[in-house]
């Protein structure tokens, strides 16, 4: 509803800065408040290593990897388009140059894009989905864990909720190690 990974060039600004907020929130597993509150300079975009800081509860900072090459490519347009080089990554609508983007503005253009997709799905969903996602392609609790900046293990293992298929083939891995020994 918002735009594609390939928006065209008339695209207004504020959508594309849509596109990017949410999708940050899911491709990094992050808070939509996380995202609001990043800057410019929390990124660092050097090619094959590119990360961002996020700045989550209690003061805490936890640097993720940007692992998906269309985000990035998506984020380095926004960025070039939106003409950002220091400051809020996403920013209030007034001319493009106003302060940072609100939770509440964010949440409110989150809740008009699912009205208009007839989706009811919550914005906190993203950092769900993007857990649930890596945990079912094998990713270790400890590192979803670190990647969503939660204090404890137990937090993280809600998200662990593997489908059929994929606990099937770690017990059957399970058991092929065991049956050939050490």
């Known amino acids: 509803m918002i735009c594609s990974r390939r928006p065209r060039k008339d695209l207004p600004l504020d959508r594309l800065r849509d596109r990017v907020l949410f999708e940050t929130a899911y491709v990094c597993g992050a808070r939509a408040s996380e995202v609001?509150?990043?800057?410019?300079?929390?990124?660092?975009?050097?090619?094959?290593?590119?990360?961002?800081?996020?700045?989550?509860?209690?003061?805490?900072?936890?640097?993720?990897?940007?692992?998906?090459?269309?985000?990035?490519?998506?984020?380095?347009?926004?960025?070039?388009?939106?003409?950002?080089?220091?400051?809020?990554?996403f920013r209030a609508s007034i001319n493009g140059r106003g302060g940072p983007l609100s939770y509440d503005a964010a949440h409110h253009r989150w809740q008009t894009?699912?009205?208009?997709?007839?989706?009811?799905?919550?914005?906190?969903?993203?950092?769900?989905?993007?857990?649930?996602?890596?945990?079912?392609?094998?990713?270790?609790?400890?590192?979803?864990?670190?990647?969503?900046?939660?204090?404890?293990?137990?937090?993280?293992?809600?998200?662990a909720l593997l489908d059929d298929k994929v606990a099937d083939a770690e017990i059957r891995a399970a058991r092929r190690r065991r049956e050939t020994g050490p």
């Open 36 to 89: 609001c509150g990043l800057y410019v300079e929390d990124l660092d975009l050097r090619l094959d290593d590119e990360h961002v800081r996020i700045h989550g509860k209690g003061g805490s900072v936890r640097t993720v990897l940007l692992d998906d090459r269309g985000y990035v490519t998506l984020l380095k347009l926004y960025l070039v388009r939106a003409g950002y080089t220091a400051g809020p990554l």
């Open 113 to 159: 894009y699912c009205a208009q997709a007839e989706a009811e799905i919550d914005i906190h969903q993203l950092r769900h989905a993007h857990a649930t996602e890596l945990i079912n392609a094998g990713v270790s609790i400890e590192a979803v864990r670190r990647r969503l900046g939660h204090a404890s293990t137990e937090t993280t293992q809600l998200y």
